[in-house]
Structure formats: structure tokens, C-alpha cells
């Protein structure tokens, strides 16, 4: 992984955390409109902002942990933990593999340089396999 171009990614998401996590958080509302049961909805909090706070504002912060220290194996031990709790809730490897797609094609609309954007591949390609791994051959 590019070192330079890690952490210029990493500070990109941190300017743009509030509205790329928001993004996401409303399009896999709209993609899985059933996962709004499984949201242990709490009082003042929309289906969005739940979600926003339990999946999405949790990937982003585990995405740019791999950025700063340059391990997108620390993917590896989350995945597998999300596989083991959260289908009993109902999340699916549908509801995983469309947040992290829907999550770095917001990325991909940020003013990025081509080695930002081969980085941002190269952790999607590495979380996306993971998750294949783990609810595919479990």
C-alpha cells in the first residue's frame, strides 16, 4: 500500500466523514428498506441516523484504521466477528457486501489521485473478498 497516498485518503474521509457516511447510510436504507426491523429503532433516532451510527460510521472508521496503519488485514477479525453476531439480527452477506460497495463508490466521487483511488480499490477489493469468504464459506 502507498504510504503517501493512504494517509491523503485517510484525511480525505476524515473531511468528508458527516456526508459520506450520511450517503451511504440513505442508499442502503433505499436498497434494503426490511432492514429498518432489525434496527432496534431508539427514541429520536430516524432508521438513518440508527444506521448511520451502528454500520456505516463503524466501516468508515475501520476503513481509515486500515489507511493510517497501512493494514487492510485489520478487516479480517471484524468481518468474521459481523458474520458470527449480526445474522442473527437479520443482516444478511447482501446487507455487508452492499455497504462496503455503496460505501467506496462514495469514495470514488471524492477528488482522489489515481494512487488514492487504486489504495481505495485495493482495501475494497480486500474487505469485499473477506466478507465473501466468511458468509460464503461458513
Given at each position: 500500500?502507498?504510504?503517501?497516498?493512504?494517509?491523503?485518503?485517510?484525511?480525505?474521509?476524515?473531511?468528508?466523514?458527516?456526508?459520506?457516511?450520511?450517503?451511504?447510510?440513505?442508499?442502503?436504507?433505499?436498497?434494503?428498506?426490511?432492514?429498518?426491523?432489525?434496527?432496534?429503532?431508539?427514541?429520536?433516532?430516524?432508521?438513518?441516523?440508527?444506521?448511520?451510527?451502528?454500520?456505516?460510521?463503524?466501516?468508515?472508521?475501520?476503513?481509515?484504521?486500515?489507511?493510517?496503519?497501512?493494514?487492510?488485514?485489520?478487516?479480517?477479525?471484524?468481518?468474521?466477528?459481523?458474520?458470527?453476531?449480526?445474522?442473527?439480527?437479520?443482516?444478511?452477506?447482501?446487507?455487508?457486501?452492499?455497504?462496503?460497495?455503496?460505501?467506496?463508490?462514495?469514495?470514488?466521487?471524492l477528488p482522489l489521485t489515481s494512487n488514492e483511488r487504486r489504495v481505495a480499490h485495493e482495501i475494497e477489493r480486500h474487505m469485499l473478498a473477506q466478507v465473501n469468504q466468511v458468509y460464503r464459506h461458513?
Amino acid at each position: 500500500m502507498d504510504s503517501t497516498a493512504a494517509a491523503q485518503l485517510a484525511e480525505q474521509l476524515n473531511d468528508e466523514q458527516e456526508r459520506l457516511c450520511e450517503v451511504v447510510a440513505v442508499r442502503l436504507l433505499r436498497a434494503f428498506p426490511e432492514i429498518t426491523q432489525t434496527l432496534r429503532l431508539e427514541e429520536n433516532h430516524t432508521p438513518t441516523t440508527r444506521l448511520l451510527h451502528v454500520a456505516v460510521t463503524r466501516l468508515y472508521e475501520l476503513v481509515r484504521a486500515m489507511l493510517l496503519f497501512e493494514q487492510p488485514t485489520l478487516a479480517d477479525s471484524e468481518l468474521r466477528w459481523a458474520h458470527g453476531v449480526l445474522p442473527r439480527s437479520g443482516v444478511t452477506y447482501e446487507h455487508q457486501a452492499m455497504l462496503i460497495a455503496r460505501f467506496f463508490e462514495e469514495v470514488a466521487t471524492l477528488p482522489l489521485t489515481s494512487n488514492e483511488r487504486r489504495v481505495a480499490h485495493e482495501i475494497e477489493r480486500h474487505m469485499l473478498a473477506q466478507v465473501n469468504q466468511v458468509y460464503r464459506h461458513h
